[in-house]
């Protein structure tokens, strides 16, 4: 049998099919055994998927390559010479179409690939296109129909079937998917891509759920956002009515998903800090948990890493001054940052530690600057110098942990408060002046008054 056969039917359907050929030699018809093949006159049509037919196959019959299998002539006549390709019958009208389904021109040719990450923003659709499975058909068809502000009805929703109408009877716009053969992929068969419907402003196929999941990153960066502002913003991008209920629920679903990805990050947190000191050797990574009977599980409260090579890198090469500050961090459980910032010998800022609190108290300045004081080794205290803001209870927590260090405030606000008062660029220079002074006379010379007036 030929390859082409073959790859067309496969081995086992072709093994039911019968051959149907009559050879006139010398006006005379030759029936016999050719090389295993039963020659018969018989027809037989084999059913395809889909209601397609394809007859008069050839039966090839495994047999053994004795000198009886061979031709048998009759009288003197001599053997045959038969084909080795298969005679198709196409008059058969159920036969013409088979080209268009044929499975090695499905594989031949380059379908398009609907691309999830990419295409769903602009959805284009075109016969042939390729989808990974039924959900990413039906979001695809879903976003379309919302910027296209029609409506979209499915009226066939199976796994391997899909069929999107237009929600207007009267109108024609259809898309329809299938399985591919042999394949677990689904293939837009039918698309009647013209919309001529009128336009909706409020969409049926607008749901929360969707809203839900084009909003959750802005709601994740700003949870308090108010519901007004959320639907006038939900309106001006996609150009559709949306109700106030709508909104209220997506905002509620997109923070219940948001709030489910934190929970799972903190219950992984132990795996974050044993990665950490497997990865850089000398790292310190002390975590502190609220363990109480009522809550069941414990509840974090504060985090503090320290590199290993960071650690180091500040004993040789920084020089001995520590600056301290907090930020607060924006997500669903806020809380506050602390770092720990050195000077290299590049002038340039060097990051020693850095801590996850719930506030900045002077419990968590305590417990923050024990485990520094540790990891730095600051036994001489006269030799270093931290400098700050006005934290709150951060200068109680120095005069506990480093009470002989010496402590200096950063410029930073109080510029801020003197610009307030001295606009003039005359007196911002001063102040600069006046902070730079290594000695007094300088310092006197900054503030551009006698010693005896300046305070």
Not at 173 to 182: E, G, T
Not at 270 to 288: F, H, I
Not at 332 to 340: E, M, S
Request: charged share 30%; net charge positive; aromatic share 12%.
């Amino acid at each position: 049998m030929s390859h082409r056969v073959k790859c067309a039917f496969g081995k086992k359907r072709c093994g039911s099919l019968r051959r149907t050929k009559t050879v006139h030699h010398k006006d005379k018809v030759v029936q016999g055994r050719v090389d295993g093949v039963r020659i018969e006159f018989q027809r037989h049509s084999m059913m395809l998927r889909s209601g397609r037919r394809l007859a008069n196959a050839v039966d090839f019959e495994d047999e053994n390559d004795d000198a009886s299998d061979r031709v048998k002539e009759t009288g003197n006549e001599a053997a045959p010479d038969w084909p080795t390709d298969v005679e198709l019958d196409y008059e058969d009208s159920e036969c013409k179409d088979y080209a268009k389904y044929n499975f090695d021109e499905e594989v031949d040719k380059n379908w398009l690939e609907f691309n999830a990450a990419t295409d769903m923003a602009d959805p284009k659709f075109e016969i042939g296109m390729l989808f990974s499975d039924c959900k990413v058909f039906m979001a695809a068809a879903k976003d379309y129909s919302i910027l296209q502000n029609r409506d979209v009805v499915f009226i066939r929703n199976e796994a391997l079937k899909l069929k999107a109408v237009c929600g207007d009877p009267d109108y024609g716009w259809m898309m329809y998917a299938s399985k591919m053969q042999h394949e677990n992929t689904l293939q837009m068969k039918t698309y009647v891509g013209e919309y001529t419907c009128t336009q909706l402003w409020e969409n049926p196929t607008v749901k929360s759920t969707w809203i839900s999941k084009k909003y959750v990153h802005t709601l994740k960066s700003n949870p308090q956002w108010p519901v007004r502002s959320f639907k006038q913003t939900v309106e001006n991008d996609y150009n559709i009515g949306v109700s106030r209920q709508q909104v209220y629920r997506a905002k509620d679903k997109a923070l219940k998903l948001i709030e489910g990805s934190f929970n799972e990050q903190y219950s992984r947190i132990w795996n974050y800090c044993e990665e950490l000191r497997k990865s850089n050797l000398g790292t310190t990574a002390m975590v502190k948990c609220d363990f109480q009977q009522q809550l069941g599980q414990p509840k974090f409260q504060r985090l503090y890493d320290c590199l290993g090579a960071a650690k180091e890198g500040f004993k040789v090469g920084c020089r001995h001054i520590i600056g301290l500050d907090g930020c607060f961090l924006k997500s669903v459980y806020a809380g506050q940052l602390l770092t720990a910032v050195g000077i290299d010998a590049n002038n340039e800022t060097w990051v020693i530690a850095y801590a996850v609190v719930k506030s900045k108290c002077k419990e968590s300045w305590i417990w923050f600057l024990e485990l520094l004081v540790k990891d730095c080794l600051i036994v001489n205290q006269f030799g270093f110098t931290f400098i700050s803001d006005k934290q709150k209870g951060l200068l109680p927590a120095f005069e506990q942990v480093v009470p002989n260090c010496d402590h200096k405030f950063c410029a930073r606000h109080p510029f801020s408060n003197y610009r307030v008062f001295f606009k003039a660029k005359s007196v911002r220079d001063k102040f600069w002046e006046a902070l730079y002074a290594t000695t007094v006379p300088l310092l006197y010379k900054g503030h551009g008054r006698p010693e005896k007036t300046v305070k």
